[in-house]
């Protein structure tokens, strides 16, 4: 299955700015995922970045608080702008796999805003 | 409101023992995945079941997926503490986005 490099592992970033996370994938892929996950507890989709189109996002999330860009078929960026402490979280990427159906994620990115 | 109602949110087991994790909903999926969480890694892929009634078994572990498609469950036999973990399950309504459940955390003591 596909493996996924995602960084950085964790950030600690002052209000008011903007932290963008890089997943690089060693094969390529048509769709790819960016969730948001509080320690212990359940993943929320964030938007889906397909390579070639825009990303469509989640009601509650929206484009000029989280740009995504999605370049080729083996990587993407997520950028958490202008941020507070409400967007300390983990972030995570995750890409299909069409072949074997399964969905492969990064380790995450634990981001604390103080 | 979760799309996928999963419990229990924790259970804490002796080594040995059997658990049992459920994931019920009211919407019919395509698929139904479920992952493994530990602290600082994202979740890694266990199974996905596909049609109704479908019985999966990987060593100790045995899944199920409803007749209906709308629940699933997870088995552990004989629980070690390397089982010890975040559970998640999650439902793909045919749009190959993923609806998760609330997770469970596994923890076994030797």
């Known amino acids: 299955s596909a493996v996924i490099s995602q960084k950085p592992s964790r950030d600690i970033c002052q209000r008011g700015t903007s932290l963008t996370i890089q997943c690089q994938v060693d094969?390529?892929?048509?769709?790819m995922f960016w969730y948001r996950q509080q320690p212990g507890q359940s993943l929320t989709l964030i938007a889906t970045?397909?390579?070639?189109?825009?990303?469509?996002?989640e009601s509650g999330f929206v484009i000029d608080k989280f740009p995504i860009s999605r370049p080729n078929l083996t990587f993407s960026t997520l950028t958490v702008s202008n941020m507070s402490p409400e967007d300390s979280s983990i972030y995570l990427c995750?890409?299909?796999?069409?072949?074997?159906?399964?969905?492969?994620f990064g380790s995450g990115t634990r981001l604390t805003v103080v | 409101t979760q799309l996928l109602e999963q419990s229990p949110q924790f259970l804490s087991i002796q080594e040995g023992e059997n658990l049992t994790v459920y994931c019920n909903s009211s919407?019919?999926?395509?698929?139904l995945q479920w992952y493994r969480q530990e602290p600082g890694e994202g979740p890694v892929l266990l199974v996905t079941?596909?049609?109704?009634?479908e019985v999966k078994k990987l060593k100790r572990l045995t899944f199920q997926f409803g007749d209906a498609r709308k629940d699933s469950s997870l088995h552990i036999t004989a629980a070690q503490p390397g089982d010890t973990g975040l559970y998640l399950c999650?439902?793909?309504?045919?749009?190959?986005?993923?609806?998760f459940g609330a997770g469970t955390t596994v923890t076994v003591r030797a």
């Open positions: 995750s890409a299909l796999v069409r072949a074997t159906y399964g969905y492969t």
């Open positions: 094969s390529q892929v048509t769709m």
């Open positions: 970045a397909n390579q070639g189109s825009e990303a469509t996002y």
């Open positions: 919407s019919v999926f395509s698929s």
């Open positions: 079941v596909v049609t109704g009634g």
């Open positions: 999650a439902g793909d309504l045919n749009d190959y986005k993923l609806s």
